[in-house]
T-cell receptor
Framework: KAGVTQTPRYLIKTRGQQVTLSCSPI?????VSWYQQTPGQGLQFLFE???????NKGNFPGRFSGRQFSNSRSEMNVSTLELGDSALYLC???????????FGQGTRLTVV | GIQVEQSPPDLILQEGANSTLRCNFS?????LQWFHQNPWGQLINLFY???GTKQNGRLSATTVATERYSLLYISSSQTTDSGVYFC???????????FGGGTRLMVKP
């Protein structure tokens, strides 16, 4: 069974640009969550989706948004990029909310 | 929100040694999970352990939910065990993981 797949793996963007990251969960998993990891703040929760509905959102500005499609794949978008958005973005999938979470390899975003 | 504290923050071991990592949390939780972050950044799920004890090879974990802590035991450590270990708890609403600051483990040959 394939694991959680995140694309792209690496990304370099310029301040002010926008970016879209993709996450394909494990087959059969319907819950997808996103996390941001930085050296200063550690791992922080961004959003959680279940059955195409956002169930919860972390304490991030409105420039961070996401969605989930009917096949459970999820995307997150960051608009008007800032230098501080440079981070490792991790996606996790689980069968349903509250179940064991399995993470992808992450997308490393660098904003210059 | 829930606070999660891990100790020690750093740990250096000689190959073959045993170790215990601790995770304290500030409130009742729906579940607790332990992860190992490999050098490439991926978080590998080690245990889903809201309470009780589980074992997987050289690793075992115990969560005492009533006292709000969990322990991860690593026996006969190997160099491949190096990396950062995180515990994460999910609140009773079951909709987000709150991570501790991690324990950075280095196992020397």
């Amino acid at each position: 069974k394939a694991g959680v797949t995140q694309t792209p793996r690496y990304l370099i963007k310029t301040r002010g640009q926008q970016v879209t990251l993709s996450c394909s969960p494990i087959s059969g998993h319907r819950s997808v969550s996103w996390y941001q990891q930085t050296p200063g703040q550690g791992l922080q929760f961004l959003f959680e989706y279940f059955s195409e509905t956002q169930r919860n959102k972390g304490n991030f500005p409105g420039r961070f948004s996401g969605r989930q499609f009917s096949n459970s794949r999820s995307e997150m978008n960051v608009s008007t990029l800032e230098l501080g958005d440079s981070a490792l973005y991790l996606c996790a999938s689980s069968l349903s909310p509250g179940q064991q979470a399995f993470f992808g390899q992450g997308t490393r975003l660098t904003v210059v | 929100g829930i606070q999660v504290e891990q100790s020690p923050p750093d740990l250096i071991l000689q190959e073959g040694a045993n170790s215990t990592l601790r995770c304290n949390f500030s409130d009742s939780v729906n579940n607790l999970q332990w992860f190992h972050q490999n050098p490439w950044g991926q978080l590998i799920n080690l245990f889903y352990i809201p309470s009780g004890t589980k074992q997987n090879g050289r690793l075992s974990a115990t969560t005492v939910a009533t006292e709000r802590y969990s322990l991860l035991y690593i026996s006969s450590s190997q160099t491949t065990d190096s990396g950062v270990y995180f515990c994460a708890v999910e609140n009773n609403a079951g909709n987000m993981l709150t991570f501790g600051g991690g324990t950075r483990l280095m196992v020397k040959p």
